[in-house]
C-alpha cells in the first residue's frame, strides 16, 4: 500500500511541473550560474559554503508577476531551492517578450558540496501559478582547497568553490545587434549604439597573472576571399577589435604550504583558477546602414556566404570564428541551433577554432571536457562541432594542484 502512495505522489509531482508551454523558449546562450562562496566559524573551524548564483533568461510573452524557481540537487536530493520574480526583457523602454533574471543569489541553504550536480530551472507564470520547467543544467562544482598558515604550519583555511566551465570555450555566440539593443548579456558597459553592430560572446580560462586581453584585429575571408577592412567613407583601416566587456567571470585562489619550500620559509604557494566570458563588439556591420549615417565599417550585407574570421593580437592568430551569412546580411542558424540550442533572434553559435596554443589569456585549455558539450550539459549534436572539439589543444592543467604535486 506504501508503493502505491509513494508512486502516486510522484505521479501528481511530475505532473505539476511541465515543460515550457507553446510560444517560449529558454535562452542558452544568456545563461550564467557561478557559485556565490562564504565563509564562516563553526565550533572554531573555519567553513567554506556557497550559494547557487542564476543569470537566465526566456523568451515569449509572458504573464505581469511571473517568476523563477531554482532547485539545486546532487544525486537526486535536494540541497538548496529558491523562488525570485524575474524582470521583463526590455531594451531601453521596449517590451521585447520575455523573462529575465540577473545575477540571482539568496543567502540561504548553504551548501559544502561538491562534483557533480544539477539545477533545475522552472518557470513560474504570473497569472495561473502553474510551474513549469524550463531546463535542466548540468553543472560540475569543484572545491578549491586553501590555507592562511604561517611558515611551520600547514593549517587549512575555508575552501572556496568554482563552477568548471572548461567546456563553454566553443561556446561563442555571434549577436547581430540592433543600434538600440544592449549587449547579449545586458551589460550595462555595451548598452547602446547609434548602428548595428556584431558582437561575439568568447570564453575562457584566464590566466594566472589575470592581465586581460590585448588590443588584436581582425583578418576576413569571404567565400575563400580576403576582404579589404576599408572603406571610401574612412580612408584608414577599420579592423581593430576592442578590450571588451566582462560578461561573466567566476574565480577561486589554491594556496598551501604543502611543499617543503613552502613549508619551512616564505609566503605560502598560490594559484589562481578563473573562468571568463567576455563581450566583444566587431569592427564590423550589418545593414542596411542608418539614414544620415556615414559608413564607417564593412557590412555583412555586402559579402553574402561563408566568413571567416581570424582574431589576431600581436599578428598571432588566437581564435578563427566560421559561420555564414544570407543575402539579407543576417546571419544563418548553425545547425547545432536547428537540434535544439536556442539563442536570441540574430544570435547564432558560431564554428570556433583555437590555433595553436591559442593567446595568452588562455592558461587552460581541456580537450576532454569540449569533448562532453557545452551550455551545462547539453552534448553536441552536429559533426562540425564534434570536430571542432577534436581539434582543442591542450595547455595548462585543468585545475589547481598541491604545491607538492608539482
Given at each position: 500500500m506504501r508503493a502505491l502512495v509513494t508512486a502516486f505522489a510522484l505521479a501528481i509531482a511530475a505532473l505539476s511541473v511541465a515543460q515550457l508551454p507553446p510560444g517560449l523558449t529558454f535562452d542558452d546562450g544568456f545563461t550564467w550560474l557561478e557559485c556565490h562562496n562564504f565563509e564562516s566559524v563553526e565550533n572554531n573551524v573555519l567553513k567554506g559554503e556557497w550559494v547557487l548564483e542564476s543569470s537566465v533568461r526566456i523568451w515569449g510573452t509572458v504573464p505581469d508577476r511571473s517568476g523563477f524557481k531554482f532547485t539545486l540537487k546532487?544525486?537526486?536530493?535536494?540541497?538548496?531551492?529558491?523562488?525570485?520574480?524575474?524582470?521583463?526583457?526590455?531594451?531601453?523602454?521596449?517590451?521585447?517578450g520575455g523573462l529575465v533574471i540577473l545575477n540571482h543569489w539568496k543567502d540561504a541553504q548553504r551548501t559544502g558540496a561538491s562534483g557533480p550536480m544539477t539545477v533545475d530551472v522552472t518557470y513560474i507564470d504570473g497569472a495561473s501559478g502553474k510551474e513549469y520547467l524550463a531546463k535542466t543544467l548540468k553543472i560540475d562544482v569543484r572545491r578549491i582547497e586553501r590555507t592562511r598558515s604561517s611558515v611551520g604550519k600547514r593549517e587549512p583555511y575555508a575552501p572556496a568553490f568554482i563552477m568548471n566551465r572548461h567546456a563553454e570555450v566553443l561556446s561563442s555566440i555571434l549577436y547581430f545587434r540592433e543600434y538600440e539593443n544592449p549587449s547579449y548579456t545586458q551589460l550595462n558597459g555595451l548598452s547602446w549604439f547609434s548602428e548595428r553592430r556584431l558582437e561575439i560572446l568568447v570564453n575562457y580560462a584566464e590566466d594566472s597573472a589575470m592581465t586581460g586581453i590585448a588590443l588584436g584585429r581582425i583578418a576576413v575571408e569571404v567565400n575563400g576571399q580576403p576582404i579589404q577592412l576599408r572603406v571610401p567613407e574612412i580612408n584608414q583601416p577599420v579592423d581593430e577589435m576592442n578590450m571588451g566587456e566582462l560578461a561573466g567571470k567566476t574565480s577561486a585562489e589554491h594556496s598551501d604550504r604543502d611543499a617543503a619550500k613552502y613549508f619551512n620559509a616564505g609566503p605560502y604557494y598560490r594559484e589562481r583558477i578563473s573562468f571568463v566570458r567576455k563581450s566583444f563588439v566587431l569592427p564590423l556591420q550589418w545593414g542596411p546602414p542608418l539614414e544620415g549615417r556615414v559608413k564607417s565599417s564593412v557590412f555583412t550585407n555586402d559579402h553574402p556566404g561563408d566568413w571567416k574570421v581570424t582574431w589576431l593580437i600581436d599578428r598571432k592568430p588566437v581564435r578563427i570564428w566560421r559561420f555564414k551569412v544570407g543575402v539579407d546580411g543576417l546571419p544563418i542558424p548553425h545547425p547545432e541551433q536547428t537540434a535544439?540550442?536556442?539563442?536570441?533572434?540574430?544570435?547564432?553559435?558560431?564554428?570556433?577554432?583555437?590555433?595553436?596554443q591559442g593567446g595568452e589569456f588562455d592558461a587552460r585549455l581541456t580537450p576532454s571536457f569540449v569533448k562532453e558539450g557545452a551550455f551545462y550539459g547539453r552534448p553536441w549534436t552536429t559533426a562540425a562541432m564534434k570536430e571542432a572539439a577534436s581539434h582543442v589543444p591542450t595547455k595548462g592543467r585543468p585545475f589547481p594542484v598541491s604545491s607538492a604535486k608539482q
Open positions: 546532487k544525486d537526486g536530493k535536494i540541497l538548496a531551492e529558491n523562488m525570485v520574480d524575474g524582470y521583463p526583457v526590455k531594451f531601453g523602454n521596449v517590451d521585447q535544439g540550442l536556442h539563442l536570441a533572434k540574430n544570435a547564432v553559435l558560431v564554428d570556433t577554432e583555437i590555433p595553436g
